[in-house]
């Protein structure tokens, strides 16, 4: 305000004394002054809502991204699930597989013992253990009929699943 009166005051003193052209000078200035604010205020007032909207458009894109990470995640956790637990399954199936080659290697040593130390599994005399083929070159059941766990295991069929969750 200071600047204003002091304009005022040289302009009056230029004018000769005439108050009411320097007055118009004044009060044009101050209206160009006013307009120049409203109008640097409406480009603020947009510069803010161009941001608001930038800053709405990322939490679209942020809230997208988050729901596809949320749903890969699920897909990815249910398929770890899946996994493990067919891993178990077969963590199960090798360790009955184990027990049963064990009981099958101590049937072979129990023949090959009773048989003088040679080998006499298929009935052919072989010692390297090759088993499947008879004497007339034809194939034959490992063991001929030898089952350790009676007739009602048949030792040709696959372990199932469910079988070893029922034990």
Not at 27 to 56: G, I
Not at 119 to 140: H, K, L, P
Request: proline fraction near 2%.
């Amino acid at each position: 305000m200071a600047s204003s009166s002091s304009t005022y005051r040289s302009s009056s003193s230029s004018d000769g004394g005439n108050p009411s052209g320097s007055a118009v000078a004044v009060d044009d200035r101050k209206r160009k002054r006013m307009l120049s604010n409203r109008e640097s205020a409406r480009r603020s007032r947009m510069r803010k809502q161009k941001h608001v909207d930038d800053l709405t458009a990322q939490i679209n894109q942020l809230s997208n991204d988050n729901r596809q990470i949320l749903t890969s995640l699920t897909v990815t956790t249910q398929l770890y699930t899946k996994i493990q637990a067919e891993n178990s399954i077969l963590t199960a199936q090798m360790t009955e597989l184990s027990t049963r080659l064990e009981s099958l290697n101590e049937i072979v040593d129990l023949v090959t013992a009773t048989n003088g130390g040679v080998d006499q599994i298929d009935g052919c005399g072989f010692d390297d253990r090759t088993v499947g083929i008879n004497c007339d070159g034809y194939y034959d059941d490992m063991m001929s009929g030898v089952n350790p766990w009676g007739s009602s295991v048949y030792s040709n069929q696959p372990i199932m699943a469910n079988d070893m969750m029922n034990m």
